[in-house]
């Protein structure tokens, strides 16, 4: 079988691991080796000169069904305004609005350099793009009722998700884990992410409720109040090491110690958390848990694009106190990890998939380089390494 081998200035292989002057050798789409070099004798070589290689990137949530709403306006009161403001604005979408703006989610995702997402999708039809192996669709319900499940086409990348637990009856919840868990799927949920959403969970009241009432939804049985929405859905049983929760904005050491404890998978999304809530979620002390969180840009009708690039270098912004190793994790091994194919992707090491990007992005040492490629200075479209 043909070889190939990639060399570069810089090789980023894992977030702890950057090689000067490495190569990754490539055959039948696999990473062979990597490391140290010239790479193996007796393959054809590439040299792509002064820059970096790097594992490409893992969004492990994105609503490419809301692309369509980009450019809608933000809140400019509170969260509840903002979820009305969605509910209408993609009640007036039409189907072919809908997946034209699938597509070109897909299409803002893979220019940015993301191989993987995982994707909540409430438009319940079956679309050819959830045959996408590289989109990893949650098929996403909430309410009370139990709809009719849909199944997971042949080479299709797909499983379940609950909306959240303020939106979500305890029992659809329950059902929904169950149909991953028998067939060992990763199943995906927003948790604790605004305040309102923390307020009905712990009080069965406030605007939240108000809501729930004023659309005839009755909350009566959910089980509440509940002393966070992390232990609610621990009473639940529902949280594993096959559950991926995502925002974790509202949260204490308790729910933390909750989810390192049963494994829980976890992914942060601060640009759409800082639009909506002008609050982040404490991801240094997710990393401190050994949570390791994926990273997520959420949709479009709450940030303002899909490069995880974008909000790698916000997280450097906005939280210096992290390392840029937990930060490239976060958006690769973290996510590969939190979708189910680590095995696959999320480092340059030797077995996985050869998805790789380059970035011209040079410096005196790994860290200038690290720095250079985080930095909110460096707005280059990565090549493809294919
Ligand atoms: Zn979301």
Redesign the pocket.
């Known amino acids: 079988m043909n070889s190939i081998t990639h060399r570069a200035k810089w090789v980023l292989i894992s977030p702890e691991q950057i090689i000067e002057n490495g190569f990754v050798t490539v055959s039948g789409g696999r990473i062979v080796a990597s490391g140290r070099g010239r790479g193996p004798k007796g393959t054809r070589k590439k040299d792509h000169g002064p820059g970096m290689l790097m594992p490409a990137l893992v969004n492990a949530?994105?609503?490419l069904d809301l692309t369509a709403l980009d450019g809608a306006p933000l809140p400019d009161s509170d969260f509840l305004s903002w979820v009305r403001g969605v509910i209408t604005g993609k009640a007036a979408l039409t189907k072919e609005e809908i997946l034209a703006g699938i597509l070109k989610g897909q299409e803002f995702l893979w220019q940015s350099g993301c191989i993987l997402a995982g994707d909540?999708r409430s438009f319940s039809l079956e679309t050819p793009f959830s045959e996408n192996p590289f989109i990893h669709v949650f098929h996403e319900y909430l309410g009370t009722k139990f709809p009719p499940i849909v199944p997971a086409s042949n080479g299709a990348s797909s499983s379940l998700a609950a909306h959240a637990p303020h939106t979500t009856a305890p029992r659809l919840i329950l059902d929904l884990k169950q149909r991953c868990r028998q067939k060992n799927l990763v199943f995906s949920m927003?948790v604790a992410e605004s305040p309102e959403e923390m307020e009905f969970i712990t009080t069965a009241g406030g605007t939240w409720a108000e809501f729930l009432e004023s659309r005839g939804i009755s909350f009566e049985m959910w089980g509440l109040p509940a002393p966070s929405p992390i232990r609610h859905l621990d009473h639940l049983g529902v949280l594993d090491s096959r559950t991926l929760a995502?925002?974790l904005v509202q949260t204490d050491r308790d729910d933390l110690k909750i989810l390192a404890r049963k494994g829980v998978r976890v992914c942060v999304?601060p640009r759409?958390n800082r639009n909506l809530l002008d609050q982040l979620p404490d991801v240094h002390a997710m990393v401190d848990w050994g949570l390791r969180p994926a990273l997520?840009t959420?949709?479009l009708a709450s940030v303002s694009s899909l490069d995880l690039f974008d909000e790698m270098r916000f997280l450097v912004r906005e939280v210096p106190d992290l390392s840029p190793a937990d930060i490239i994790a976060m958006g690769t091994v973290n996510g590969a990890r939190a979708l189910d194919r680590e095995k696959e992707l999320g480092t340059l090491e030797p077995g996985k998939r050869a998805v790789m990007l380059f970035l011209p992005v040079d410096g005196a040492n790994s860290e200038a380089a690290i720095a250079k490629l985080l930095s909110g200075d460096f707005q280059v479209s990565p090549e493809w390494v294919l």
Do not use: A, E, V
């Open positions: 949530h994105t609503h909540h927003h995502i925002h999304c759409s997520g959420d949709s």
